[in-house]
């Protein structure tokens, strides 16, 4: 394997995003949405402006399990069926390039691309708490905010199998909104149906480490069990056991998400 090529790869994917803006107008979606999350979270109960750094992560929360696996499945649906469609795959191979290191090049590209737009997104709202919250909660802030880049990657991971597994883009499109819903729809709701049709008796003791073949469940127990506030917010201590709550064992099973995808997407690319 050469780096070069890779690197050549992932810098010519990264400057096609920036110079289409996307790395901007994602960006600007996830400050926008953000601040207003953060500021505006507490209207209900009745308060306006940052509150606890409990309440700001619980908040946004739920906007990175919505926005961030979605945004990555868009990014990467086309990322190598589109080259196929556009007939640029075949003169790309020709090249001194394996198809691993094409793929390792776009996808590394790509989540660059993705990275940047995160980080960026979310400086603004750390910039605004630092005076309230402190380097304290700036430090959790910034767990929060690393594991949302993960959760990311995980679904671009995803994104980019389905590219390769794709016959065209169309099918791909459908796969990667699919993909989408299962996980952030469907996944909990098929879990939760099989508890209550049981009665507890299926699956109650194996429940919470099914959470793990999900990455947006493992994001959420990340960030909920990062602190005491969050985690009784949820309602999920007396679920989840502290065994499953270890941050190392979340995150291997994050990078989990994010290895195995490109395993069989390069496995099914090299046959």
């Known amino acids: 394997m050469e780096w070069q090529p890779i690197a050549t790869v992932a810098a010519k994917e990264f400057r096609d995003r920036m110079r289409n803006r996307w790395v901007l107008a994602v960006a600007l979606v996830f400050t926008a949405f953000s601040v207003v999350i953060a500021t505006l979270g507490g209207a209900q109960q009745g308060a306006v402006g940052f509150r606890s750094i409990e309440f700001t992560i619980a908040s946004l929360v739920s906007l990175v399990i919505y926005l961030i696996p979605l945004i990555a499945l868009l990014l990467g649906f086309d990322a190598i069926v589109g080259e196929r469609e556009r007939g640029s795959l075949d003169l790309l191979l020709a090249l001194p390039i394996t198809r691993f290191e094409l793929l390792l090049g776009k996808y590394l590209g790509l989540a660059a691309a993705l990275t940047l737009s995160t980080l960026a997104g979310f400086a603004l709202v750390g910039a605004l708490m630092f005076k309230p919250l402190g380097w304290a909660g700036l430090y959790h802030y910034g767990g929060f905010v690393l594991s949302s880049v993960l959760l990311g990657l995980a679904f671009l991971s995803l994104a980019v199998t389905v590219s390769v597994l794709a016959r065209d883009r169309t099918r791909a499109s459908g796969l990667a909104i699919a993909l989408w819903f299962f996980f952030v729809l469907v996944f909990d709701l098929l879990l939760l149906g099989t508890l209550v049709l049981g009665g507890g ?28 506030d969050v985690r009784t917010q949820y309602g999920l201590g007396s679920i989840v056991p502290p065994a499953l709550a270890s941050p190392w064992l979340l995150g291997a099973a994050m990078l ?11 496995w099914r690319f090299r046959s």
């Open 256 to 266: 989990a998400w994010i290895v195995a995808p490109l395993g069989l997407a390069t």
């Open 201 to 228: 008796r299926w699956g109650g003791e194996a429940f919470p480490y099914l959470l793990l073949l999900n990455p947006a469940d493992v994001f959420r127990i990340l960030n909920v069990f990062s602190l005491e």
